[in-house]
């Protein structure tokens, strides 16, 4: 790979991080500015910035070859149309702003349902597909693409009826929710049947957009709709769709996002389809530092972590108070002497906890 000539080295210790084993040292991706980017001129309507792959790929290669990749930091893309695009394949149309996508809701009365079968023909799928193709002919040799962003599910039926409304609709039209959301499982099914038939002619093994890169159907699986609703809610509603999505996949991280997620982190640690959890704290909250109570369980639980740090600091005290077997952790600094540094540091503490 171009841009990340250990490559092979890299995946095999993120093979072995999957299996809560430790080769040489725990995983640790580090990133640090290489040289000064390109002046590459951004096209002035938004939606260009977003379906412009010209563009898009000009800037992701600009930034692939300005960083330096240490450890088991990779150059990776992520085909994008914001996280509201499940539902724009699925018949809602998306709108584009600087930094994020939604869809305008479809779904105004449970008794006129949209088709909620997943159509190859719709637009944005038809859009997303294209983007896909043309990255991974780009990038092959190069940087890795890795799958778009998720959502499927019920996050995207949430995003089709409005998040607060579906809240609702749970406890006053439940039958139609669950059936509702039988459908979008199914769509998620044939989705990510699509997306490896696609990936796997350019790419060996895969990731989402947790750059956790696995051997065969490996992918990072969400739900942001857990934060809205209690665990009695969750296992009715949103937990059966989960297990379905992580036990059609060779390997599964779950991003779980916020405080106010935590409460399904049992029922989630006991998913045997769920190898790891990036525990994302959220804006204005302590760094994964601050939540090693939680860590502690997921790895008691035998799962794999996958966390990003404040800096090197924070790489060692987590060093110190977790487990090396299933850790990956990841972080910035400012010189590539550095980054080679704190992985050495990495390997020698790995050592020192064997």
């Known amino acids: 790979m171009e841009y990340k ?168 039209r439940p039958d139609d929710v669950l059936a509702a959301m039988k459908k979008m499982d199914q769509a998620n099914t044939v989705y990510y049947e699509r997306l490896f038939s696609i990936f796997h002619q350019y790419q060996e093994g895969a990731c989402g957009f947790v750059p956790a890169w696995g051997p065969g159907k490996t992918a990072t699986s969400q739900c942001d709709f857990l934060a809205l609703i209690g665990p009695e809610m969750s296992e009715k509603f949103v937990m059966p769709g989960i297990r379905e999505e992580t036990d059609l996949l060779d390997h599964s991280v779950f991003h779980l996002d916020g405080p106010d997620a935590l409460v399904h982190l049992d029922m989630l640690l006991e998913m045997p389809g769920i190898e790891a959890i990036q525990w994302v704290p959220g804006a204005g909250n302590p760094s994964a530092s601050g939540w090693l109570e939680y860590l502690k369980r997921v790895q008691a639980a035998g799962k794999g972590l996958y966390l990003s740090t404040s800096g090197p600091e924070e790489v060692e005290l987590l060093m110190r108070e977790l487990k090396p077997q299933g850790l990956l952790m990841r972080t910035g600094v400012a010189t590539p002497e550095l980054a080679d540094e704190l992985v050495a540091k990495v390997a020698k503490w790995t050592t020192d906890r064997k």
């Open 5 to 172: 000539p250990d490559w092979e080295q890299a995946a095999e210790r993120m093979t072995a991080w999957w299996d809560q084993e430790v080769l040489d040292r725990a995983c640790i991706q580090v990133t640090a500015p290489l040289r000064s980017p390109r002046a590459i001129a951004a096209p002035e309507d938004i939606r260009k910035r977003w379906l412009d792959m010209e563009y898009v790929l000009a800037v992701a290669e600009d930034r692939m070859r300005c960083t330096y990749w240490a450890g088991d930091a990779y150059p990776m893309l992520m085909p994008n149309l914001g996280p509201d695009a499940f539902a724009g394949y699925m018949g809602g149309e998306l709108v584009f702003s600087e930094t994020t996508t939604w869809a305008k809701p479809i779904i105004e009365d449970w008794d006129k349902l949209p088709s909620l079968d997943f159509d190859f023909s719709a637009p944005w799928w038809q859009k997303m597909e294209s983007m896909c193709y043309e990255a991974l002919e780009f990038a092959q040799g190069k940087f890795f693409i890795s799958l778009p962003d998720g959502h499927g599910g019920t996050d995207g039926l949430a995003a089709l009826r409005r998040p607060e409304r579906l809240c609702l609709d749970l406890i006053d």
